[in-house]
């Protein structure tokens, strides 16, 4: 089982969607999360951190349920500019680990 | 702060030599971490260094690979003999501990 799972997608979308995407993990002793996000032929950039309350950065809501070991990032009103991968990442000691990200394409 | 610096940008040599990619981490950082992506395996560790010192070498994919860090500002991948499979994106980041976990633009090579 990959340590880090997501859906590849592409998830089209048109502007002003709200889409969500998911991610699963397989090490339950990982100890922080979080949502990065890669334009094409650009480095990943950090999006956002995950808690376990749920947190909120303007259109962005990312959720972490570590019983079932599954974390979440909603985006509301799409933009095109929120056009790009989305990798879900998780840590172990000093070390992230990524999915092979979920791209998405909002259209006009 | 310039952030981390990598070069080069692009990298196009011959199968069997030798390949140096090189890394300049944010000044302050302790943690230096190598990454390799492509579209099959997505990104991969392959080493991570913490005060010079290297950690985890357990993703270097075989002994044509190595990686040093003579300094806290200053790291090294290298790739000898290269092989059409090592074509990827290499890239470099640098954090303090595991905060402010920061990449360089990478280093796209292609071996051919």
């Known amino acids: 089982r990959k340590e880090v799972e997501q859906d590849p997608g592409p998830f089209n979308v048109p502007e002003g969607a709200t889409v969500a995407f998911n991610c699963t993990y397989s090490?339950?002793?990982?100890?922080?999360f979080f949502w990065y996000r890669q334009d094409c032929r650009k480095e990943p950039k950090l999006l956002m951190s995950?808690?376990?309350s749920g947190n909120e950065d303007g259109r962005f809501t990312a959720q972490l349920n570590r019983a079932s070991q599954y974390i979440s990032l909603l985006i509301r009103d799409s933009k095109l500019s929120d056009s790009a991968t989305y990798l879900c990442v998780v840590t172990s000691y000093s070390t992230l680990t990524f999915g092979k990200g979920t791209m998405l394409l909002v259209s006009p | 702060d310039a952030g981390v610096i990598q070069s080069p940008r692009h990298e196009v040599t011959e199968m069997g030599q030798e390949v140096t990619l090189r890394c300049k981490p944010i000044s302050g950082h302790n943690s230096l971490f190598w990454y390799r992506q492509t579209m099959m395996r997505g990104l991969e560790l392959l080493i991570y260094f913490n005060n010079n010192v290297p950690i985890d070498d357990s993703g270097m994919p075989e002994d044509r690979f190595s990686a040093k860090m003579p300094n806290a500002s200053f790291s090294t991948l290298k790739i000898q003999p290269s092989e059409p499979r090592d074509s990827a994106v290499y890239f470099c980041?640098?954090?303090?501990?595991?905060?402010?976990?920061?990449f360089g633009s990478g280093t796209r090579l292609t071996v051919v």
């Open positions: 995950v808690y376990s």
């Open positions: 090490n339950s002793a990982s100890q922080s």
């Open positions: 980041a640098s954090s303090v501990d595991s905060y402010g976990y920061t």
